[in-house]
């Protein structure tokens, strides 16, 4: 079946910093990838759609230049939280939809714990 | 995008059916009803995904009413590691379908005591 691969699986980096997630598709090629965030006891809540080859279309409230997705393959997407505080703190989640019939064809990465500190 | 309401939290025992409704009155002709499920600090996982009626596969039941407003996933025997979060999702699916999104809604806590 569909795999997604996220990685890395937990980083904790210094305020002011920055840090860069992956989100790979293993076996299928993704057209469109999403990132979610999650905070705890709380759900998912997309932050941007990314087509490959074009800019990220990001949702109402995301800061685009503080969350920089590029999607440059059809196989990666990369998430990079720029000059990271505290509040950024969360569960990163990606998602990838190949172009294909059954299951709804989404596949979900097994999430991304950054802790800012 | 069809809003969806679900029961924030439901209780079970082990070997208990466990069946969650979620409500989706506003779900639109083309739209499919999907269920994820969510263990802590990982990403969802697809269950089962209906249009109409019933559909069965090796995890669980998705029952659909005719005017399609809300459905009910049916976990048969549940285990201590059926624990999880549960969410329906409406929308759109298929190949051609581009730009579709998923949006969450709140989910079902589901906790299974021994």
């Known amino acids: 079946g569909a795999v997604v691969s996220q990685h890395p699986s937990r980083v904790i980096c210094k305020s002011g910093t920055s840090v860069k997630i992956e989100c790979r598709s293993l076996?299928?090629?993704?057209?469109?990838m999403f990132w979610y965030r999650q905070f705890p006891k709380q759900s998912l809540m997309l932050m941007a759609t990314?087509?490959?080859?074009?800019?990220?279309?990001?949702e109402q409230g995301v800061e685009k230049d503080k969350f920089l997705i590029n999607h440059a393959s059809l196989t990666l997407s990369t998430l990079t939280v720029t000059s990271a505080h505290p509040e950024d703190s969360s569960f990163y989640i990606c998602?990838?939809?190949?172009?294909?019939?059954?299951?709804?064809?989404?596949?979900f990465g097994s999430g991304t714990r950054l802790t800012v500190v | 995008l069809a809003k969806t309401t679900q029961p924030i939290s439901m209780d079970s025992y082990e070997g208990q059916e466990v069946n969650i409704t979620c409500s989706h009155n506003?779900?639109?002709?083309?739209?499919?009803i999907t269920w994820y499920q969510q263990f802590p600090s990982q990403g969802p996982r697809f269950i089962i995904q209906?249009?109409?009626t019933k559909v069965t596969n090796e995890v669980a039941s998705l029952f659909i009413p005719a005017d399609r407003k809300s459905s009910t996933l049916s976990l048969p025997r549940v285990s201590l590691s059926d624990t999880a979060v549960y969410y329906c999702?409406?929308?759109?699916?298929?190949?051609?379908?581009?730009?579709?999104?998923?949006?969450f809604g709140q989910g079902t806590e589901l906790s299974v005591k021994p």
């Open positions: 998602s990838a939809r190949a172009d294909r019939v059954g299951n709804y064809g989404y596949t």
């Open positions: 076996d299928f090629q993704a057209t469109t």
């Open positions: 990314s087509n490959e080859g074009s800019k990220a279309t990001y």
């Open positions: 506003n779900i639109a002709t083309n739209d499919y």
């Open positions: 209906g249009y109409k």
């Open positions: 999702l409406v929308g759109t699916t298929g190949v051609y379908n581009q730009g579709g999104k998923l949006i």
